[in-house]
């Protein structure tokens, strides 16, 4: 959009918002959700750096409601969202990995947007200082969703908060990530290109240093867990197996792996450098790990503004509606050639 190409490497991402504002590609009320956002990742990119010297590595000693063990910061980076989307005052409804059900934001129940969010994305690779990430997507209140707190009981309020959280990825409105590695760079779209913006920790404040990203056509890097190799179907292994000789192209070069065990680090060199990350259902798992509704979606919105794809392998991943809001989809995301040769296998 213009105010986009107006705004340009250097703006900084609160200026950047106003000039989506002014240019009513926002309205006022996602401008401030966006800004709260912006707020949570400078608080966690602060305590991920500081961890190791606050105590704030290990274990929580409590397990999410996806059966994981919960990391202290997992926890941490949850309240903050929490809070601060309480805070502004503008969220309807709050939906966490971290939290066992969508939370209606009671203070402020007229809020227009869902958010749905990751709030540590990576976090076995805590312990071990490498990278993490927090992923949002936003989405407009189903009208048809908001419940009577006056008169509604906890359990009608919580169905017609699950409700309102289960839409296909095609409603997002905006979808985003933050990444907390050797820079802290936060990557958003909403709806009109990917725009990504690095913290210069000197001031304070995320300014644009990534105008329009675009994944490149292909690109010679795959980024698969495959210690999950055998238990894979032989469509996958052939896709595989087909790499390591050229891949589309047999007999060139073979393709590089890199595997950082972050969707978010992963994700990110994906879209700047090319290539395919993937996360397949397997015979142990056969939807596989990563979750739909604040993984899957919001990485695909954003990869498809820039050019590339999302797949559950069989279908665009914005086009699966979800059934429960914890659901896992097998995922495949990355440069268009490398996503739709891997779809030639399924
Ligand atoms: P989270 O830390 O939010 O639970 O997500 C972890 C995910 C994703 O970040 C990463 O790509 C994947 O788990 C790694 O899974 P494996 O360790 O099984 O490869
Ligand atoms: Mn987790
Ligand atoms: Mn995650
Ligand atoms: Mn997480």
Not at 251 to 277: E, M, N
Request: charged share 20%; glycine share 12%.
């Amino acid at each position: 959009s213009v105010a986009a190409r107006a705004g340009g490497a250097g703006t900084p991402f609160t200026t950047w918002i106003l000039q989506q504002e002014m240019e009513e590609k926002i309205d006022g009320e996602l401008a401030v959700v966006l800004s709260s956002i912006g707020l949570a990742c400078k608080q966690i990119a602060s305590l991920v750096q500081r961890a190791g010297l606050q105590g704030m590595t290990g274990l929580a000693g409590e397990t999410n409601v996806q059966g994981e063990d919960q990391k202290k910061l997992d926890v941490i980076s949850n309240d903050v969202f929490c809070d601060v989307l309480r805070q502004t005052g503008r969220t309807g409804v709050i939906a966490s990995e971290e939290e066992d059900v969508p939370v209606a934001v009671e203070e402020t129940f007229g809020g227009n947007y869902v958010v749905v969010f990751d709030p540590l994305d990576g976090s076995s690779n805590i312990d071990a200082a490498v990278s993490t990430g927090s992923i949002w997507g936003i989405y407009e209140s189903d009208s048809t969703c908001i419940p009577d707190f006056g008169t509604e009981d906890a359990a009608k309020i919580e169905e017609k908060c699950v409700m309102n959280v289960c839409q296909p990825g095609n409603n997002l409105l905006c979808a985003g990530y933050c990444m907390y590695s050797s820079s802290t760079i936060l990557v958003l779209t909403l709806g009109e290109g990917v725009y990504g913006f690095t913290l210069d920790p000197t001031v304070g404040e995320f300014i644009m240093s990534h105008d329009n990203i675009k994944v490149p056509e292909s690109g010679k890097i795959y980024s698969f867990n495959e210690g999950n190799y055998d238990m894979w179907t032989p469509g996958l292994k052939k896709y595989m197996d087909s790499l390591k000789t050229g891949g589309a192209e047999q007999g060139t070069k073979p393709y590089s792996a890199r595997y950082i065990g972050s969707l978010v680090g992963d994700f990110h060199r994906t879209i700047l450098y090319g290539g395919i990350y993937g996360y397949p259902g397997d015979s142990k798992n056969p939807n596989g790990k990563l979750r739909l509704l604040y993984e899957c979606a919001p990485m695909s919105f954003i990869a498809e503004q820039a050019g590339g794809m999302g797949s559950t392998g069989k279908e665009r991943v914005l086009d699966v509606v979800p059934e429960k809001f914890h659901q896992r989809v097998p995922f495949f995301t990355g440069s268009k050639k490398e996503v739709q040769y891997l779809e030639s296998f399924m």
